[in-house]
Nanobody, 134 residues
Framework: QVRLVESGGGSVQAGTSLTLSCTTS????????MGWFRQLPEKKEREGIAAIDSDGTPTYADSVKGRFTISRDTAKNELILEMNGLESTDTGAYYC???????????????????????????WGQGTQVTVSS
């Protein structure tokens, strides 16, 4: 069984930085994709913001491109999200997720985050809260 545990959330001022970590355990397939999603206040859907596959290929949502960086520390079994230039609109609950497949966007207009595997087969952490005050 795969287990994901997020950490690093907190309350910060706008313009500052925060780093989230997601510790993974369990049997993870050699081909897989990991991602960070967030649920903003008053939004029903979780928004995919950053993903990285087992080859190390990153994908970012336009809302965070240039500000957030996703990476992996394989020695520590950690997925990391470095968030710079935080804005009040980044406030929300942040979740890491894993699917046991390598997902790539193969068509224009289709995002890695659109894959139905996230909801159908994904493993999810419990989430960590990020609050950015202006």
């Amino acid at each position: 069984q795969v287990r994901l545990v997020e950490s690093g959330g907190g309350s910060v001022q706008a313009g500052t930085s925060l780093t989230l970590s997601c510790t993974t355990s369990g049997d993870i397939a050699s081909l897989h994709t990991m991602g960070w999603f967030r649920q903003l206040p008053e939004k029903k859907e979780r928004e995919g913001i950053a993903a990285i596959d087992s080859d190390g290929t990153p994908t970012y949502a336009d809302s965070v491109k240039g500000r957030f960086t996703i990476s992996r520390d394989t020695a520590k079994n950690e997925l990391i999200l470095e968030m710079n230039g935080l804005e009040s609109t980044d406030t929300g609950a942040y979740y890491c997720a894993l699917i046991q497949a390598r997902v790539r966007a193969t068509e224009p207009g289709v995002s890695v985050f659109d894959s139905p595997l996230w909801s159908a087969k994904g493993y999810w952490g419990q989430g960590t809260q990020v609050t950015v005050s202006s």
